[in-house]
């Protein structure tokens, strides 16, 4: 493009002494219009920096540029509607007489299938957005082809005002078919837009029935994130959304499974309130609530359906691999005391593997969770190894002729136990090099404090004559007597931690003794934390003592600089050390 045509559509310069407009646009109508490298004309430059006026004059030399495409398939409109220049959209709709030619240049397509009402939507200009609804309120704006439509663009980005006005003037606004299938009552809920869905949902309430391409509806995902207000409005008009499964055919689940793995009782309480038979519902794997509660973990949950008289019957329910939710909690190594002491978890009970909760648990990876678990379940009588026992009946019995079934048996025995000696033996192994570390530690504690006790400060009376010959000479200060008490506790705390130490080291050697190690452990912990805070009191009571020694002599010097001076006036010290 000429640099002085740009120049002037940039700037809106129709014309001066040195340059007409109207003959460059002539020139342009016999050789072919000037572009840029995009393939901008000089109306969609005009139209790019917001020049109406210049658009104007443009439009009533050469008409013709109002459809015409850059190298984007853009015309003016869409440029203008893009950077939100209202004066410039309103110049570009009015400059056509033509009814046809006007609702041609509305719904003309870019290359990625927008109209300018996208554009506008998309970029929030409310201003261009009424501007063009109100002229062509007949369009239905089909999607474009990422299959997004301007009223979900709305929904999306929760451009209310404008959804608002789109549902107003359109008549036959596109709804369906969004993104993933989405309509946009989707979209205002994943996005957490409440005035968008409101106003969606005064508009079309069928809308929350529709699926998306993974099965699920509004209310789906409103259950999901916890929007309270949401789901009220939905089960209010229509309570069976509650049972519609989410998912596909091979993997679905329910509203209330899905609030249950979020662990948001505050949900369940609300679908409850509406449909109070819907705890009832099973998933694609026959699980209820509290089967999911227990898979994610969520513990208040499972808390809540045990204290409801109507959840009673979840406790025993088996799924469709037989497992009830005491299964699945001895697979994941929770522990979760409501559930294990339930009155009808204490019924044995096989999943179709015949396995008890108990095999489960003795299969899991060794944990301190685990060991609970694995006593509990022994407490209340769960006991398992249905199909251990069937097979040992009639593969292992042992034959008195057949000394080789007997020694199978016994391999079976001593292979379980050193799994379990080996479990034990690694933890234990680990313990004790942390242990390593706090022994260098308590040794360097008991070692100093030694020393301290041995040279105390202060030195101890030499005097013959002294009835205190031997005795410390501070023995009477406050912060002396602090002293030694402290760094007696440090010393006799971190001895009591080496001696500990010692009896763990004894009883690691296999086969260990684990929990006999672990008390060890935390004994020797607290008695070594006790005997580090000692030695702190006592560091802080020694160096004070020292600062109040290190005053009364300056000050006795000081007072010795006097002629005449008395020693009843000078600080409380050993005056005959100083003199």
Known sequence: MDPTLYNAAMRGNIGDANFLLADHLKMDEESGYQVTPKGNTVLHV???????HFAREV???????????????????????????????????????????????????????????????RSQHLNVVKLLVKEDPEFEYPPNHAQETPLYLAAESGFHDALINILEFCKKPTYAAGPSNRTPLHAAIIH???????????????????????????LHYAVK???????????????????????SENDWTTAIHIAASEGDVNMINELLNHCPDCWDTLNRNNQNALHVSVLNNQDEVVRFLLDSDKCDSLVDEPDSDGNTPLHLLAASGNHMYELIYHP???????????????????????????EILVEDLCSIGQFGKREFEVNWKYEYMPNPNDETRTGVKMQLREDDHDKANKADQTEVESIMKSAQLHIVVATLIMTVTFAAGITLPGGFESDPDSHNQGMAILIRKTAFRA??????????????????YFL????????????????????????????????????????????????????????????????SEVPDIDKDRHL
């Open 46 to 52: 005009a139209a790019l920096y917001g020049n109406s």
């Open 59 to 121: 439009l009533k030399i050469t008409p013709a540029l109002l459809c015409c495409q850059n190298k984007k398939n853009e015309t003016a409109l869409h440029i203008a509607s893009n950077e939100g220049h209202t004066e410039v959209v309103r110049v570009l709709l009015e400059c056509v007489e033509d009814h046809n030619t006007k609702e041609k240049l509305t719904r003309m397509t870019d290359a990625s299938g927008d109209t300018a009402l996208h554009k506008a939507v």
């Open 192 to 218: 957490e837009h409440k005035d968008c869905f409101r106003s969606l949902w005064r508009w079309n309430k069928p809308l929350c029935e529709e699926l998306d391409l993974w099965g699920w509806n509004s």
């Open 225 to 247: 994130l916890g929007l309270e207000d949401v789901v009220s409005d939905m089960l209010g008009w229509k309570k069976s959304l509650v049972y519609l499964p989410a998912g």
């Open 344 to 370: 009808r978890a204490k019924k044995m009970s096989f999943n179709k593997q015949n396995q008890t909760p108990l095999d489960i648990a003795l299969s899991c990876k060794a944990t301190t969770k685990k």
């Open 483 to 500: 002293f030694v008490v402290s760094d007696a506790i440090a010393f006799t705390f971190s001895a009591v931690a080496i001696f500990i």
């Open 504 to 567: 763990m080291a004894d009883e690691s050697r296999p086969p260990p003794h684990l929990k006999l190690v672990h008390k060890l452990y935390d004994l020797a912990g607290i008695c070594q934390c006790l005997s580090m805070l000692a030695v702190v009191i006592a560091f802080a009571t020694g160096l004070l003592r020292q600062f109040r020694l290190c005053d009364k002599k300056c000050a006795l010097k000081d007072a010795m600089k006097f002629p005449g001076y008395m020693l």
